[in-house]
């Protein structure tokens, strides 16, 4: 059952979400889609951007716009049913996942890591500190150059079993301190999968993806040709390879669209999704940053200006994938940029916030 505004899972067809919101006045659409146009034109659309962009309002597309190649080799473009690398938004999911097993009493969110990975080498880490990155594991990228041979693809095991061989030392004492580290994420993966014995993209398949209706989106996973999917690009337009890095899921290698992504925010409002008392945590900060601005609930960044509606959103970054998705929860929006070719034109996406509510963010233009 629901409650009150919080939407439902129906669709009504492919531009726009069934949601019991108010619905949107036609002018105010069209007022909109003129501002967004320009915002488009003006901030996105430059520097030959291929990827997607979205804005939505209590549910409903009210501009979107796809463009560029996902192969250039083959000439094969970009659609919006063309699943790309996000990155570290992968994060904002893998969370809703891990809370989700929480609810089913098969994660506690305080209880010590070692509980579910045994052996692990560290004393005092709980499953709360991974997901807001306050747990003081190195970054697998430093070590893994260290210690383990590059031609060979890693797994989330691998990077288990080098921290449980070498014992590397921690950043600093658990919880004392924000450091965001994908090593983290991956960590929650494998958690993940010895609570439900079963593998990573099955879980976030049945977890997240079928009850979103996210029917484009799957977690890359060795057993994927990497020639398949969409491709990477640099800023100049050159293939970027797949490395040995590129089997670890959890930080990243959700492979998804921008509609898929307003589902999965859409998800974050369902009654009985995830719990109440869930969700308010997550969306509660943990670690002040930056003059006490920038912060991080669970698995979500946010930004907190004094008098300032309270800005959620989380960036992603790996090989030439970037993005942005920004879940401006005081308005029911959701603004989505995503590119497989390198660009920093993405994270652009505050400064549209406040055409919506108070936010510290704006746009003009002439």
């Known amino acids: ?81 063309t699943p790309i690398h996000v990155a570290s938004i992968s994060k904002v999911a893998t969370t809703l996942a891990v809370l989700r097993l929480c609810d089913q009493n098969l994660i506690d969110l305080d209880a010590d890591v070692r509980k579910y990975l045994p052996e692990l080498p560290y004393d005092g880490i709980t499953v709360r500190m991974l997901l807001n990155h306050r747990s003081g594991i190195q970054y697998y990228g430093y070590f893994t150059f260290r210690t383990w041979h590059l031609g060979r693809t890693m797994t989330n095991k691998d990077v288990l079993d080098l921290i449980v061989k070498h014992k590397f030392r921690l950043n600093f004492p658990p919880g004392k301190k924000f450091d965001y580290c994908n090593t983290n994420f991956a960590l929650l993966a494998l958690i993940a999968e010895r609570v439900t014995n079963e593998k990573f993209p099955e879980i976030m398949k049945r ?75 997550m969306y509660t900060g943990y670690s002040r940053q930056r003059h006490k601005k920038s912060n991080y609930g669970l698995g979500i960044r946010i930004t907190e200006y004094k008098g300032k509606d309270t800005y959620f959103f989380h960036t992603g970054w790996w090989h030439g994938n970037t993005g942005c998705y920004a879940s401006l929860r005081s308005d029911t929006a959701c603004v989505i940029a995503i590119s497989n070719r390198y660009t920093k034109v993405v994270y652009q996406v505050p400064r549209l916030a406040g055409y919506f509510g108070n936010y510290p963010y704006s746009f003009t233009y002439e």
């Open 207 to 281: 977890l997240i993806f079928e009850p979103l209706n996210m029917e484009h989106s799957f977690i890359m996973h060795i057993g994927i040709d990497p020639e398949t999917v969409a491709q990477s690009y640099d800023e100049r337009g050159r293939v970027e390879p797949f490395s040995y890095l590129d089997a670890i899921y959890g930080d990243k290698n959700m492979y998804t669209t921008a509609r898929d992504l307003l589902r999965m925010d859409r998800g974050t409002y369902i009654t009985g999704f995830i719990s109440d008392s869930l969700k308010e945590q």
């Open 1 to 81: 059952m629901r409650k009150g505004n919080e939407p439902a899972i129906e669709e009504k067809d492919s531009n726009s979400l069934l949601i019991d919101l108010p619905p949107l006045d036609k002018w105010y659409v069209r007022k909109s889609r003129s501002y967004f146009f320009r915002f488009y034109s003006h901030e996105i659309a430059r520097n030959k951007f291929s990827g997607m962009f979205l804005v939505a309002k209590n549910g409903h597309v009210m501009f979107e716009r796809t463009t560029g190649y996902s192969n250039v080799k083959k000439k094969e473009k970009l659609t919006a049913e």
